[in-house]
């Protein structure tokens, strides 16, 4: 019972959330074309209205690494997030980032026939370097494919979010390509 009380005590905190506007550039893999905008202002209206004081956004793969909008919501005091970033992300960049409420990388691999080798140098030093600044890798990927990913990544020390409960197959159903989506086989 102690730590449920101590649990009350905590803030209230929505940990994942999208923005994003018709005017953005859909990236070249872009996976899907949002139908309507979902603009920063109605999301803090909508944590507002649920009497949730913070939130943090995570990266929109359909616009690639354009992380503008959510750059410029980070700024505020109340929301933290997540951007699309390549390991060769200049190291300044990624430090100016952090120091303005980005809180980690978001690598949305679910749709990828062929994984990035996290093992290669060039990985190993930005997780790294995301481990320096108390940067996470929040990862979209399911199945299979995940835990020796989860392995490989967990050895540099980076902290690791697996996204949406890392697609489980609940009984009787399995996931279909779409995140969030269900089909009854």
């Not at 004081?53 to 933290?80: E, H, K």
């Amino acid at each position: 019972m102690a730590a449920a009380a101590q649990l009350g005590e905590l803030p209230i905190v929505d940990t994942h959330a999208h923005i994003f506007t018709q005017r953005m550039p859909l990236a070249a893999d872009a996976w899907r074309t949002p139908a309507r905008e979902a603009r920063i202002e109605d999301y803090l209206a909508t944590l507002d209205r649920h009497h949730i004081p913070f939130g943090v956004i995570a990266a929109a793969s359909m616009y690639g690494d354009y992380n503008t909008y959510t750059l410029d919501a980070c700024a505020t005091t109340r929301l933290r997030g997540t951007v699309i970033a390549s390991p060769d992300t200049d190291p300044y960049i990624l430090r100016e980032m952090a120091d303005n409420g980005v809180v980690g990388v978001r690598w949305v691999w679910f749709q990828r026939e062929q994984l990035p080798d996290v093992t290669s140098p060039e990985y190993r030093k930005f997780l790294v370097r995301l481990a320096d600044l108390d940067m996470h890798v929040q990862l979209l990927l399911g199945g299979e494919r995940l835990g020796p990913l989860v392995e490989a990544i967990q050895k540099s020390g980076v902290k690791l979010v697996i996204d949406h409960f890392g697609f489980p197959d609940p009984v009787g159903h399995e996931m279909s390509r779409v995140p969030g989506c269900l089909a009854r086989h």
